[in-house]
Structures are given as C-alpha cells and as structure tokens.
C-alpha cells in the first residue's frame, strides 16, 4: 500500500510558476514509476509527467519546456516545477505511483491540488 499525499497547488497569474509536490509513504525506489496526471473541468484526466524507475521520463507535449519534474530519494517526494503558467494549465494534479504487483502493476493516486491560472 502507497500513501501519496500532494501539495502546492494555488492561485497564479498566467507566466507564473508554480512547484508541486509529492511524497510517498514508502521509497519512491520502490517504485516502477511516479509523476503527475491532470484533469480539467469536464475533460479526461491527462498525463502531465512521469518518471520511470530506469530514469526515463514522458512529458506531455504541452508542458514541454515549461514543466520539470524531479525526485529526492530521502524525502520519499516527487516534484513538478510549472514554469509559464498558462491559463489551459488550470486542473486538479494528482500525484501518481504505480508498483510492482503479483500480476502486473498497481496504480496509487493522491487527492489531488487544485492549479488556477488566471489570465
């Protein structure tokens, strides 16, 4: 079982930068991945960026260049810096993890934080 709980979400102006973050219960090693998904209103929840446990990363083409997502083993935390924020970025980001399961993988979510950007 993984507990993943998120902070960082806010009110910004559109340019602005935002930092997320995520920490797990348990080593983020232990892991087969851990990123960022997003969903806006009325819209399917999306991949924003995930990194693999062989250091790979998939960022959505929309936040290319603008969002960097990083990890510190010994906080057990998972980070996504926004930078020029845009009003298309607003959504709910949830955290992600996916781990090692008998027959397959299992996925974990957090709650969720709320990403406003105003135009």
């Not at 935002?18 to 209103?41: E, H, K, N, V």
């Not at 250091?55 to 990083?70: D, H, L, M, P, Y």
Request: proline share 3%; net charge neutral.
């Amino acid at each position: 079982q993984v507990e993943l709980v998120e902070s960082g979400g806010g009110l910004v102006q559109a340019g602005g930068s935002l930092s997320l973050s995520c920490t797990a219960s348990r080593s983020i090693f232990s892991m087969d991945a851990m990123g960022w998904y997003r969903q806006a209103p009325g819209k399917q929840r999306e991949l924003v960026a995930v990194v693999t446990t062989d250091g790979s990363t998939n960022v959505a083409e929309s936040v290319k260049g603008r969002f960097t997502i990083s990890g510190d083993g010994a906080r057990h935390t998972v980070f996504l810096q926004m930078n020029s924020l845009k009003p298309e970025d607003t959504a709910v980001y949830f955290c992600y993890a996916e781990t090692p399961a008998l027959f397959g993988s299992r996925s974990y979510w957090g709650q969720g934080t709320r990403v406003t950007v105003s135009s």
